[in-house]
């Protein structure tokens, strides 16, 4: 068999599942690159809190180093301005002395506001609560949330249009098929718009 005949042989694909074919590899192809996408953006997203988080550990011990090597918590008079000096200095939001047996010294926001991340560690005599400002962070988590959501969602809407319509542009080309069988015989080797095509001109030629 010549590799002409084989390639007759084959069945072809019909118009609705050439359609189909089409649309489906089309709607899943965006939809690969959709969740490619937001993959990526989760990734970015994960390294930049690693990073923030990597700088605030930075930044809880440095303080931690400093109260210890300088016994800044022994002076309870120039305690608080000195904890302010530190607050400057490394672009802490808040820092919250704890020691044991007087009231706990807090230096601009507090562990319990909102929008905001701390870091606890121990120091000679008490323990130290650093607060940070993590409302860029959350903005940002939330606004890729927001758009994973929405993404999400046009992925599935699209599937369903695409399943819902399909049958819509499909179904004229078969009833036309169905209509030109009861004319006349089809070849194997004609496709559905050969088939059509054929049928539609020996129509004229027949009607002349």
């Known amino acids: 068999m010549s590799w002409t005949a084989a390639v007759r042989g084959r069945t072809k694909l019909s118009f609705s599942r050439d359609v189909r074919l089409f649309f489906g590899a089309?709607?899943?192809?965006?939809?690969?690159?959709?969740?490619?996408?937001?993959?990526?953006?989760?990734?970015?997203?994960?390294h930049g809190r690693e990073a923030t988080q990597r700088s605030w550990e930075n930044i809880a011990t440095l303080t931690v180093d400093v109260i210890n090597e300088t016994n800044l918590v022994a002076d309870?008079?120039?305690?608080?301005?000195r904890l302010t000096?530190?607050?400057v200095r490394y672009g802490i939001a808040g820092?919250?002395?704890e020691i044991s047996?007087?009231?706990?010294?807090?230096?601009?926001?507090?562990?319990d506001a909102e929008?905001?991340?701390?870091?606890?560690?121990?120091?000679?005599?008490?323990?130290?609560?650093?607060?940070?400002?993590?409302?860029?962070?959350?903005?940002?988590?939330?606004?890729?949330?927001a758009t994973a959501i929405i993404c999400l969602l046009a992925c599935v809407l699209s599937v369903l249009l695409v399943g819902l319509y399909l049958p819509k542009i499909t179904r004229p080309v078969e009833e036309m098929l169905s209509a030109a069988s009861q004319l006349?015989?089809?070849?194997?080797?004609?496709?559905?718009?050969?088939?059509?095509?054929?049928t539609f001109r020996n129509s004229i030629a027949t009607l002349k």
């Open 26 to 46: 089309l709607v899943g192809f965006l939809t690969f690159l959709i969740v490619l996408l937001l993959l990526l953006l989760q990734s970015f997203l994960d």
């Open 76 to 81: 309870s008079a120039s305690l608080g301005a």
């Open 85 to 87: 000096i530190l607050q």
């Open 95 to 97: 820092i919250t002395i």
């Open 101 to 111: 047996g007087s009231a706990p010294t807090i230096i601009g926001i507090s562990a």
């Open 115 to 145: 929008g905001v991340e701390s870091i606890e560690r121990n120091f000679h005599g008490g323990k130290v609560t650093l607060v940070f400002d993590a409302s860029r962070l959350h903005s940002i988590e939330r606004t890729f949330l």
């Open 184 to 198: 006349e015989g089809r070849s194997p080797e004609h496709d559905d718009q050969e088939y059509l095509t054929e």
